[in-house]
């Protein structure tokens, strides 16, 4: 057994899916961010005339805003933000 090793396993395959899985989670989280603000503005304009759902989830998120410390929801904030910022100067320098 002496002078025989074994060979490096081929990670690339499993790093690919890793990003992509990576990829559709940030997408999730997006969406699903996005969903609750344009339902909250849903909710602003059209008052009570705008449906079970969109008061819903308005209601639930001006819930979650008000227990929630005014420090964590500006943290929350500033960190969404910066990964906004370094997406958007990733994919400024990614030519696809």
Known sequence: MQGRAFPAPNLAPMEKKIRQFTKYGWLAVEVSLLLVVLCVLLNIILGKESGGFISSVAANALDFMQKVPAGTLL????????YWIIKSKDSSKDPH
């Open 75 to 82: 943290g929350v904030f500033l960190i969404l933000v910066l």
